[in-house]
């Protein structure tokens, strides 16, 4: 089963430029989280989909930060424009939908960006 | 939602059993505790997750207090390929969505 794909791997920009992320999770999780990870920090939530709703976004900075899923599968995630502090790596997980409380989230392995 | 300690790094020879502890006094009786680690260059992975009970599986054990204040993972037989950052997460609900707080966790270095 392949897993939680993203691309591009790594980015560097200049700042005030335009950028974009995408995810393709793995096939059939209804659930998309994108999370950000300053170096030497964990990963903090940016935005959470169910299907094509965002169910939370309240971590995301709405000013420069968009996101969307359209159809409810591949998502993007778009910074415009980018500034210094935005360089992180940025990690996309899904989990599958459970009648339980079990939730395991399943990670890609992250876009490395870097704002000079 | 409630916060986790951990000691920033520890050492384990290989072979031996690698004990992380991880402290989150403030729990609430409906959230569960996940273990996940993050090896170099790659995403988080999951390992265990537990609500009261100790629970084992084939990658870990996880040891919860009675208080649940504290937990304890624990990977039996650690190898080079262990070396990696663990990470304790509260899972709580934040107006109505589940939500994972991940701390900064513990570096575990393997040594041969």
């Known amino acids: 089963e392949a897993g939680v794909v993203q691309s591009p791997r790594y980015k560097i920009i200049e700042k005030k430029q335009p950028v974009a992320f995408w995810c393709n999770p793995i096939?059939?999780?209804?659930?998309l989280y994108w999370y950000r990870q300053n170096l030497g920090q964990g990963p903090e939530l940016l935005i959470r989909?169910?299907?094509?709703?965002?169910?939370?976004d309240s971590q995301l900075p709405k000013d420069r930060f968009s996101a969307e899923r359209l159809k409810g599968v591949d998502s993007t995630l778009k910074i415009q424009p980018a500034e210094l502090g935005d360089s992180a790596v940025y990690l996309c997980?899904?989990?599958?939908?459970?009648?339980?409380?079990?939730?395991?989230?399943?990670f890609g392995p992250g876009t490395r960006l870097t704002v000079l | 939602d409630a916060k986790t300690t951990q000691p920033p790094s520890m050492d384990c020879a290989e072979g031996r059993a690698a004990n992380l502890p991880c402290n989150h006094s403030?729990?609430?009786?409906?959230?569960?505790v996940y273990w996940y680690r993050q090896i170099h260059s790659q995403g988080p992975q999951y390992i265990i997750h537990?609500?009261?009970n100790n629970e084992t599986n084939e990658m870990a054990s996880l040891i919860i207090t009675e208080d649940r204040k504290s937990s304890t993972l624990i990977l039996p037989h650690a190898t080079l390929r262990d070396t990696a950052v663990y990470y304790c997460?509260?899972?709580?609900?934040?107006?109505?969505?589940?939500?994972?707080?991940f701390g900064t966790g513990t570096r575990l270095k393997v040594l041969a």
């Open positions: 989909y169910e299907n094509e709703e965002a169910v939370d």
């Open positions: 537990g609500l009261k």
């Open positions: 997980a899904s989990s599958p939908f459970r009648a339980s409380s079990y939730n395991e989230q399943f």
């Open positions: 403030t729990i609430s009786g409906n959230e569960y």
């Open positions: 997460i509260v899972r709580g609900v934040t107006s109505g969505t589940y939500k994972y707080i």
């Open positions: 096939s059939g999780h209804n659930t």
